[in-house]
């Protein structure tokens, strides 16, 4: 009997079990309750689905392999990625929460930034919806493909029979469920991640013999350039290091991990949540750098003459571990896959149905139309993902690499726009619209044409360009009105829930 098959259909069985449980629970659910959970969520719920919606399967897989392949060198994107985690949930999270409700109770990203000036224009919440809905498409199709890979690597299957049962399974489980179901799958997930990559180190040190002399030792690269792997952290070029911890900048701007922020149940239950959160990213992030370190010394040279060094978690946890714990193990790896792409579909369905639909399509339409009409979107955008994962070429390619820049490409047109309608009492809606637009623009066109020769991440520059628009423009408009202000004011007031 295959028991890491076996283990994995019973981890998906779960997973629609929970979508299922929540669709028939919710009898009368509105949009709020589908799509924010009713702004209901636990300390322990938030910290856990906002923390495994953000790594996906590059956490299991991409990380530790290029790390293998490239040296220590590259933690410095873990590094910036655990300072950015950390730095959102203090400054962010908690005034989020309280401006989101301030600013008319809004659900989704588009809508607060809208609400939180009192504008009637629909400009703003409408570009950002777009943004959210090409790019998150975008990123889950990237879901899609990883999530087959992982199938296809680990077990004998078609491509495109592999990647019909990940998305069946993604797609059943938002469809019924909604943001409930979304998060605790990812609260699940979560702990499956976590426990999965603290496993397999634990077990190395416990059981192998380890030659630290190893990592002293010039190693070839996968792109065949001779490097100290050890020395490549601190001798790695400023830009690359620089490069590393700008990830960290595009948490600020990230819409299905500040959707947690605006979905807990109470502002005061944010500091239980920020000790889980950036508890996990710390122990997940410093286990992966282990694996990949222990992958380097056991199997390194194994694994990159077939150019499988993404496959190092898999490797160790088949070679450790009984087939049944392996095919836990190897879930998480789904489980990575699923948590991300599940959020995102939610999100870009929300800022449809929140940004475009109701507002500009059917202004009168009922929280039942809503919501139906949200869950349909949930379906066409899977259905499109689908399509462009399935794709064969260069297009498929090419998509893949916007996915890889969409990071940069929200921190850079939000980043600085959230945090400044969070801490500038001053801030207005045209400030804000600049800052959206200038920071956008120059991520893509700092992608296109500066990138290479520069070498130079585009979220830096984007996050900077942005900001400075936002302020100055700002600074030339006009002082926003009483009943703008009275937001921030009633926002930042003391609370009793304090």
């Known amino acids: 009997m295959n028991w890491e098959l076996f283990v994995l259909i019973l981890y998906f069985v779960a997973m629609l079990g929970i979508g ?8 009368s659910v509105s949009d709020k309750d589908y799509f924010l959970g009713g702004k209901s969520m636990g300390p322990w719920v938030t910290a856990m689905s906002a923390q495994a919606s953000d790594m996906s399967a590059w956490l299991l897989m991409g990380l530790p392999g290029s790390i ?8 410095w994107i873990g590094i910036g990625l655990a300072i950015g985690t950390a730095l959102n949930w203090i400054l962010v999270a908690r005034r989020l929460r309280r401006f989101s409700e301030a600013a008319d109770d809004a659900i989704t990203l588009p809508q607060y930034l809208s609400n939180r000036f009192k504008t009637k224009s629909k400009a703003l919440q409408v570009t950002c919806a777009i943004v959210f809905l090409v790019c998150f498409t975008l990123y889950v199709a990237s879901a899609f493909v990883a999530g087959t890979g992982v199938f296809t690597s680990l077990f004998d299957i078609k491509d495109n029979v592999a990647m019909l049962i990940f998305a ?34 634990i077990i190395i040190v416990a059981t192998k ?37 700008a990830w960290g900048l595009g948490y600020f701007g990230m819409p299905h991990i500040l959707v947690r922020f605006m979905a807990i149940k109470k502002p ?26 222990f992958g380097r010394m056991l199997i390194g040279e194994a694994l990159l003459v077939g150019e499988n060094q993404s496959l190092v978690f898999v490797a160790f946890a088949r070679d450790l571990f009984p087939a049944a714990i392996a095919g836990v193990l190897l879930s998480a790896i789904i489980a990575a896959s699923m948590s991300t792409a599940d959020s995102q579909l939610l999100v870009a369905s929300s800022s449809f149905t929140s940004d475009i639909y109701k507002p500009l399509i059917r202004k009168k339409a009922s929280d039942k139309e809503t919501l139906w009409v949200g869950r349909v979107v949930v379906l066409v955008i899977a259905v499109i993902a689908y399509f462009i994962a399935s794709s064969k070429g260069k297009g498929a390619q090419t998509i893949m690499n916007l996915v890889e820049n969409a990071w940069a490409g929200f921190g850079s047109a939000f980043g600085s726009v959230v945090i400044l309608s969070l801490f500038w009492r ?38 900077a360009v942005s900001m400075l628009a936002a302020v100055v423009v700002t600074l030339l408009d006009k002082a926003p009105s009483k009943e703008i202000t009275d937001i921030y004011d009633k926002a930042t007031a003391p609370s009793e829930d304090d």
């Open 168 to 201: 069946a399974i993604l797609i059943v489980y938002t469809f019924l469920g909604g943001f409930k179901a979304v998060c605790w799958t990812d609260f699940f997930q979560g702990l499956l991640m976590l426990g999965a990559v603290l496993a397999v180190p």
């Open 426 to 463: 001053r801030f207005t809606y045209k400030g804000a619209l600049a800052g959206v637009i200038a920071g956008a623009l120059t991520d893509v066109l700092w992608l296109i044409f500066l990138s290479g020769p520069t070498g130079i991440y585009e979220l830096i520059p984007g996050f």
């Open 68 to 75: 293998l392949a490239f040296g220590l060198g590259q933690v």
């Open 209 to 245: 013999d380890l030659d630290t002399s190893v990592l002293n030792n010039t190693v070839t690269s996968a792109k065949g350039t001779e490097f100290n792997f050890v020395g490549s952290v601190f001798g790695a070029p400023a830009n690359e290091i620089a490069n590393g911890l």
């Open 268 to 293: 005061s239950m944010v500091k239980k949540s920020a000790i889980v959160a950036i508890t996990w990213v710390v122990l997940a992030l410093a286990a992966v750098v282990l694996i990949a370190v």
């Open 20 to 27: 299922v449980f929540f669709f028939f629970r919710s009898k």
